[in-house]
């Protein structure tokens, strides 16, 4: 039998030129995949961008991600903040 994949969300393009810390960009897209242009890091670990898309799924950005390394240009996908609870820790 053939199963398909649900449609993945469009991704909201947002080419933005401001240039902010990773996490910055983490919190304000809780829970959704964020790609970025990174313009500063330190010793490979990226720590700013510029925020180019978002999508509430990795794979929705990745035809973006190839196309912005192809031209040469260090990107990062990464995830925002997470929202959902976590496990409970007892002491």
């Known amino acids: 039998m053939l199963q398909t994949l649900a449609t993945q969300t469009d991704p909201e393009l947002i080419d933005t030129s401001e240039d902010c810390a990773l996490a910055v960009w983490q919190e304000r897209y809780p829970d959704r995949w964020f790609l970025v242009e990174v313009t500063g890091e330190d010793d490979g670990e990226p720590l700013t961008g510029r925020l180019l898309a978002v999508a509430s799924t ?34």
Do not use: C, H, N
Request: proline share 6%; no cysteine; net charge neutral.
């Open 58 to 91: 990795d794979m929705a950005l990745v035809p973006f991600w190839q196309a912005y390394t192809q031209q040469g240009k260090i990107m990062a996908l990464l995830y925002g903040r997470s929202t959902e609870a976590g496990p409970l820790v007892v002491a």
